[in-house]
């Protein structure tokens, strides 16, 4: 029989001591087209053929970046680790901007906010109509949880439906885990972002994006071609740019690094030179709250 993983265990990822070589794609098992495209708001809307385009483009991507599939599943552990650490903040309620399911070992993010906060309500967003369609049916079975069916860079419609289940007088954790490197700079995406957490009082903002400083610029201009042709346009900012997205939040401990180290342990993997830079930050009335502590 085959152990099943805790929600501990799929928090934090594989054990401090665990390391994966170059060349061991164990990993990629679980890993599907919506992984490493990010699993943005659009993802699966192009009509190819799952299996086979996601797989073509997995062959081509572990050419370049073999050590790809270790960041993005590093990048979905801290997503769990960031919603673990609103649910013990006492936040009951998510909006999940870009649903990303299924997830890790079968435990999503309802799972976890749950292990912790057993009202949560939790409202997935995601654009892609064959993403939507089974991700309905599948939450239409789980009680105070909503598909929200609309593009994240319109958060008037997303807040909108989200109010069916959300309270906006309430905190709310906002998840946006490797979505806004998939949105252009002229797409505003950290104005879109922020416009997110001014519709509530407070929150937990968790949040990661791609950050490929130490790739090659020949290296980097063939990563994005295959993000191009296979899933769609993706737009890796320097960590200088990315932190300015966070720009008036409580930026929690230890802030913006790598997602396999943030609060995990003090593991240490190697994810190669393409992977995310992840932070949790507080937002709204918790800045305030924050700031009169530390004075």
């Known amino acids: 029989m085959t152990d099943v993983p805790t929600v501990s265990q799929l928090v934090y990822g594989p054990t401090a001591a665990s390391t994966v070589p170059v060349g061991d794609h164990s990993l990629v098992r679980g890993l599907d087209k919506r992984d490493l495209s990010g699993r943005g708001p659009d993802a699966g809307a192009s009509g190819e053929d799952h299996c086979t385009s996601g797989k073509a483009a997995l062959e081509e991507l572990l050419k370049i970046a073999p050590l790809l599939p270790v960041a993005v599943s590093e990048n979905r552990h801290f997503a769990l680790r960031g919603v673990t650490a609103a649910a013990l903040g006492d936040v009951d309620q998510i909006l999940n901007l870009g649903a990303g399911l299924p997830t890790p070992g079968g435990v999503s993010v309802n799972d976890v906010v749950r ?169 709204g009335q918790y800045v305030v709250t924050s700031a009169r502590d530390a004075a």
């Open 115 to 283: 292990h912790h906060q057993p009202l949560a309500r939790v409202v997935h967003v995601d654009g892609s109509q064959g993403v939507a369609v089974p991700d309905r049916a599948m939450l239409a079975r789980v009680d105070n949880v909503l598909l929200v069916h609309a593009d994240a860079r319109d958060p008037a419609r997303v807040l909108n439906e989200a109010r069916e289940l959300l309270d906006e007088s309430k905190p709310v954790c906002i998840v946006a885990t490797a979505l806004l490197h998939l949105w252009r700079n002229d797409e505003n995406p950290a104005g879109v972002l922020h416009e997110y957490m001014r519709a509530f009082p407070a929150g937990y903002l968790v949040f990661s994006h791609c950050c490929w400083d130490k790739v090659e610029p020949a290296k980097l201009a063939r990563l994005r071609a295959i993000y191009q042709r296979y899933f769609m346009p993706i737009y890796p900012r320097t960590a200088a740019e990315i932190a300015v997205m966070l720009d008036g939040l409580d930026v929690q401990e230890p802030g913006l690094v790598e997602a396999s180290q943030w609060r995990s342990n003090d593991r240490r993997i190697d994810v190669g030179d393409a992977y995310f830079l992840a932070a949790v930050a507080k937002f």
